[in-house]
């Protein structure tokens, strides 16, 4: 793409982002989710990972989707239809060691069967806290898009957490891991909530999977 495209890129991505966006539909169950009328971008990760966080930077609002120290706090699938042109969906978080063992297991059957099941999702934001990187039930979701051919990119969050030293080497490293998976982008970003850093780049991204200006 040219400068001049990719100036027009960010500036209609931030339009877009700037724009209205609400808060459609919650759900934890599998049978009632709203109807597939907008293409879908789902933020899925770790309990905590920084999913709501993300939601709300992206948007500039700082209560849309709720946030919280205490992981677990996402317990429904959140749906917010961002411009009339894309519907941005928040998770709850797998791996949320405190939950009991049938409700963790309960939502990982929800989120498994959302992620598998659902034609309008163009791409999953997989983000993962930059302190940790790629654990076990990340690994897990990974080969499940793989297998169910959705496509994903890798997010670091928390980036303003990881000392600027290490975060070369750690996004050379999660970018490895990423060419090991069919389903995933080869590129990966990082992102501050908190310090509003790399949000650009994603708005940017997620921007040109939304449905055309009516
Ligand atoms: N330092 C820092 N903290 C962050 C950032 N993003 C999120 N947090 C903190 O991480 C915690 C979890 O954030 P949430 O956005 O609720 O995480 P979540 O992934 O939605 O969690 P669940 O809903 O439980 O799955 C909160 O205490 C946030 O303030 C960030 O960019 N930097
Ligand atoms: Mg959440």
């Known amino acids: 793409m040219s400068i001049a495209g990719e100036d027009e890129a960010l500036t209609a991505a ?14 934890g169950s599998i049978d009632s989710l709203p109807p ?26 700082k209560t849309l989707a709720r946030v919280s120290q205490t992981p ?9 239809r961002l411009g009339e042109r894309l519907m941005l969906v928040d998770l709850p978080g797998y791996g949320y060691a ?12 929800l989120i498994f069967a959302y ?6 999702l163009r791409r999953v934001v997989l983000l993962m806290d930059g302190r940790r990187g790629v654990m076990d ?10 297998s169910a051919a959705v496509s994903y990119c890798l997010s670091l969050t ?5 000392p600027p030293s290490e975060r070369a080497g750690l996004l050379s490293d999660i970018m490895a891991q990423a060419r090991q998976h069919t389903a995933a982008y080869p590129e990966v970003f990082a992102t501050s909530a908190l310090k509003s850093e ?4 994603l708005k940017v991204e997620l921007a040109a999977l939304a449905a055309p200006r009516a």
Do not use: H, Y
Request: proline content about 2%.
């Open 98 to 109: 405190k939950a009991s063992r049938s409700l963790a297991a309960e939502w990982q059957r």
């Open 14 to 27: 931030r339009k877009l982002f700037a724009g209205p966006c609400e808060f459609v539909w919650g759900t």
């Open 36 to 61: 597939q009328s907008l293409p879908e971008v789902a933020f899925v990760g770790r309990s905590n990972a920084g999913k709501s966080s993300l939601v709300n930077a992206l948007t500039g609002r």
């Open 115 to 120: 992620l598998r099941g659902r034609a309008n």
């Open 72 to 80: 677990g706090r996402t317990r429904e699938i959140n749906f917010f």
């Open 158 to 162: 928390k980036i303003d957490k990881v």
């Open 198 to 201: 790399g949000l650009d780049t």
């Open 137 to 146: 039930l990340d690994r897990a979701v990974m080969d499940l898009l793989d």
